[in-house]
């Protein structure tokens, strides 16, 4: 049976933000949990916006009693701002992997049920398949180093390269395989030793580290004075990441020596920044995907948007090559 799709810190969202008014884009509209929840607190309009053309058939059944106040948009949240065609008065943005796409082998996210290595939140670029079988021993191993955190990623890109030469690697449990050959057993309450390379592979796919900057940046273009952004995110890298662009642009910076002078901060673009929020025991229990979770939020000011230091963000170090 397939575990519907709960969405993560909603009551925080809606508690730390009430009065819920306006309108408010859930720029990762999956089964559209975010949406529901937002309308049914007071949002006059909902903008969903997901890249994966799926998910709108899973929500027609109650989109259909919301028509005219939720509005989808099959694209990726990197242009809301476009999609949302003028200023809006929240953005919500939950950056993990839906329960739907991992419960479907055909989609190819997990290693827990066999399928083809595709991972494609949407329907175009290249697959995991065709990463595995086209980047060098080199760059399979900065992938799994840098966006999976992997310590074993050269002895993985390596083995990787051997066994493709011997038969294309086209399926989740081919590749899992692979992995396991080459890494210890996990000991009872590990996680699997596939679990960081799926990871590192999904987010090279999906370019998810360059949207989620963009997606950033397209908020605050789209937000009002006042507006909320509300940011969930479900690891240490991505959490660290919009944590330093809230707080770039919140005008904090560091203060200065007597080897560096310090900087001017820009004026405020976002102000009541919160903590990392976490999940409490109670919704931990009802949703195993909470436990990892991080809730960021901040409110957007009247100063003009801008282009964030990617340097400063503590991209992975892949990444920042890429977009410098």
């Given at each position: 049976?397939t ?12 508690r ?14 999956g ?14 309009q ?15 059944e ?18 809301l ?29 997990s ?42 990623a ?32 996990p ?33 605050e ?102 977009e410098?």
């Amino acid at each position: 049976m397939t575990t519907p799709h709960v969405p993560v810190l909603l009551e925080p969202i809606l508690r730390h933000c009430a009065p819920i008014r306006g309108t408010w884009v859930d720029g990762t509209f999956g089964a559209g949990g975010y949406a529901r929840g937002l309308l049914d607190a007071g949002a006059e309009q909902v903008i969903g916006i997901d890249r994966d053309p799926h998910v709108f058939a899973l929500a027609a059944e109650w989109a259909v009693s919301r028509e005219g106040v939720l509005r989808l948009v099959q694209g990726t949240f990197s242009e809301l701002d476009t999609h949302a065609g003028g200023p809006v008065d929240g953005v919500v943005l939950d950056l993990g992997v839906s329960s739907m796409q991992l419960d479907q082998p055909e989609r190819g996210f997990s290693f827990m049920r066999d399928g083809p290595l595709d991972m494609r939140m949407g329907e175009g670029g290249q697959s995991a398949a065709d990463i595995v079988a086209e980047a060098d021993e080199a760059r399979l191993a900065d992938i799994l180093f840098h966006y999976g955190e992997e310590r074993a990623a050269r002895r993985i890109a390596r083995a990787v390269v051997r066994a493709r030469g011997e038969a294309p690697i086209r399926t989740t449990h081919h590749f899992a395989r692979i992995i396991e050959g080459v890494l210890p057993r996990p000991k009872p309450g590990q996680s699997h030793p596939a679990t960081r390379s799926f990871q590192a592979l999904r987010i090279a796919v999906n370019d998810e580290f360059g949207q989620l900057v963009s997606g950033l940046e397209a908020a605050e273009r789209a937000l009002a004075p006042g507006g909320w952004l509300a940011v969930v995110s479900f690891h240490s890298m991505e959490d660290r990441v919009v944590k330093r662009f809230l707080q770039g642009r919140s005008g904090k910076t560091r203060g200065g020596n007597r080897f560096q002078p310090a900087v001017e901060a820009p004026e405020p673009r976002f102000t009541d920044l919160s903590k990392g929020l976490a999940a409490d025991a109670a919704e931990r229990d009802r949703n195993p995907r909470a436990r990892s979770a991080r809730l960021r939020i901040a409110r957007r000011t009247e100063a003009p948007a801008g282009v964030a230091d990617r340097a400063a963000l503590g991209l992975p170090a892949i990444v920042q090559l890429k977009e410098i």
